[in-house]
């Protein structure tokens, strides 16, 4: 095992195994009693032992100036990773959930595929019957604004659409086609 050395101007050298062996029960007791989780803990004592090996020359070399910053250091990251967490919580709370996020996209992707399979069916219908049905169904118009926007009679609309229905009863898997009709009832 390699034994880090702490160095400072003075005679006095610690080494940071006989350091860890001594305070590493207490600091992760400390640690784990303030997340509430075992591998944080850990992170966050052994976290502050390379802290004060980065620091060895700012650390005053007594056991209690040692002790004092390793509790010091542990409690201010244990702090801030509890901060951390009610961050995350909060924005947790004000967004939907990763389930419901999933179920939305899905959602999405069902109507975008359907509405893709609809559009490719409307393509091989008669042109006339395919206009009335994507201005009747798609744009949301009532059968006398399809009849004069095209000057036509209401009853061709009606007639045009009902075939239009008929054909695409024909072309779309029924899936499909029951979806379209959901759609239909919105």
């Keep these: 095992m390699i034994t880090w050395r702490l160095r400072k101007k003075n005679p006095d ?3 940071i195994e006989e350091l ?4 590493y029960p207490r600091l992760f007791t400390f640690a784990f009693r303030l ?8 992170d966050v004592v052994q976290d502050a032992f390379l802290i004060v090996c980065e620091q060895q020359g700012n650390i005053t070399m007594n056991d209690q ?4 910053y390793l509790y010091t250091t542990i409690k201010h990251d244990a702090l801030n990773r509890l901060r951390h967490k009610k961050v995350i919580a909060h924005y947790m709370e004000k967004s ?6 999933e179920t939305l996209v ?3 992707l069902i109507h975008a595929e359907v509405i893709g399979e609809l ?3 409307l393509d091989k219908l008669p042109e006339g019957c395919a206009t009335i049905c994507r201005m009747g169904y798609f744009e949301g118009l009532k059968n006398h604004q399809i009849a004069d926007l095209l000057g036509i009679s209401v009853h061709t609309v009606k007639s045009q659409k ?3 229905l008929n054909l695409l009863k024909k072309q779309l898997r029924p899936e499909v086609l029951s979806i379209f009709m959901l759609l239909l009832l919105k």
Excluded at 20 to 23: A, D, E, L, V
Excluded at 35 to 42: D, M
């Design 13 to 15: 050298i610690f080494l």
């Design 20 to 23: 860890f062996k001594q305070y």
């Design 35 to 42: 997340l509430e989780n075992e591998e944080e803990a850990e």
């Design 65 to 68: 100036a040692i002790k004092s």
């Design 96 to 101: 939907p959930s990763d389930a419901m996020d």
């Design 106 to 108: 899905l959602d999405h």
């Design 119 to 121: 559009q490719a069916a």
């Design 162 to 164: 009902q075939r239009a």
